[in-house]
């Protein structure tokens, strides 16, 4: 209930471009229950996942929003990614606050790959590759640290990485030269 996919409110976003433009607007019902639940049971819980291509919906990385015209540049999708990191960690430290405890920043970057050498990045299916660049993952990081270190001041985030298969040497490899930086 935490993917892009689950919060990012299509809708509402195309009603009001100017508004919407640079940050889209976001619904959380979709999660405010677990949160409910683990803030009134003492639970700690794992966001995931804040950046994934998968689950994040193609109309997102449109200008307008709008699959139909333009992708949205760069410069724009950074925007987009700070702005959507900021709002969702904000919401949930502003009304849970402790009870998210790690975010899985990026999920599965890496591709799955059987040959010789280390594996590449996700490419072909990932439009944060497509429009930003290999560096998403980097600057995902930057914005999660930025706004975990700011909306929790008084208690540590952890910031995860999470992938599948990552116990073969390829895709172990790869996730590794990707995390250097």
Same mark, same amino acid.
Do not use: C
């Given at each position: 209930?935490?993917?892009?996919?689950?919060?990012?409110?299509? !809708?509402?976003?195309?009603?009001?471009? %100017?508004?919407?433009?640079?940050?889209?607007?976001?619904?959380?019902?979709?999660?405010?229950?677990?949160?409910?639940?683990?803030?009134? %049971?003492?639970?700690?819980?794992?966001?995931?996942?804040?950046?994934?291509?998968? #689950?994040?919906?193609?109309?997102?990385?449109?200008?307008?929003?709008?699959?139909?015209?333009?992708?949205?540049? $760069?410069?724009?999708?950074?925007?987009?990614?700070?702005?959507?990191?900021?709002?969702?960690?904000?919401? !949930?430290? !502003?009304?849970?606050?402790?009870?998210? =405890?790690?975010?899985?920043?990026?999920?599965?970057?890496?591709?799955? =790959?059987?040959?010789?050498?280390?594996?590449?990045?996700? #490419?072909?299916?990932?439009?944060?590759? #497509?429009?930003?660049?290999?560096?998403?993952?980097?600057?995902?990081?930057?914005?999660? $640290?930025? =706004?975990? $270190? #700011?909306?929790?001041?008084?208690?540590?985030?952890?910031?995860?990485? %999470?992938?599948?298969?990552?116990?073969?040497?390829?895709?172990?490899?790869?996730?590794?030269?990707?995390?250097?930086?």
């Amino acid at each position: 209930e935490m993917k892009p996919a689950y919060i990012l409110d299509e !809708t509402e976003s195309k009603s009001n471009l %100017n508004a919407y433009r640079e940050s889209a607007a976001l619904n959380f019902n979709t999660y405010e229950p677990a949160m409910e639940y683990a803030k009134n %049971n003492g639970i700690k819980m794992r966001g995931h996942t804040l950046v994934w291509h998968s #689950q994040t919906p193609e109309w997102f990385f449109y200008e307008n929003y709008d699959t139909s015209g333009k992708r949205a540049d $760069r410069e724009l999708m950074l925007k987009r990614m700070e702005n959507y990191i900021r709002q969702v960690i904000e919401w !949930t430290e !502003t009304n849970y606050p402790g009870v998210i =405890y790690v975010w899985d920043v990026v999920n599965e970057a890496v591709a799955d =790959y059987f040959g010789e050498g280390k594996a590449p990045m996700r #490419q072909e299916d990932s439009m944060w590759y #497509q429009v930003i660049g290999e560096d998403f993952v980097e600057k995902a990081f930057e914005y999660a $640290r930025k =706004y975990t $270190r #700011q909306y929790a001041a008084d208690h540590e985030i952890k910031l995860f990485y %999470n992938d599948y298969n990552e116990y073969f040497p390829a895709k172990r490899d790869g996730i590794i030269t990707l995390l250097k930086p």
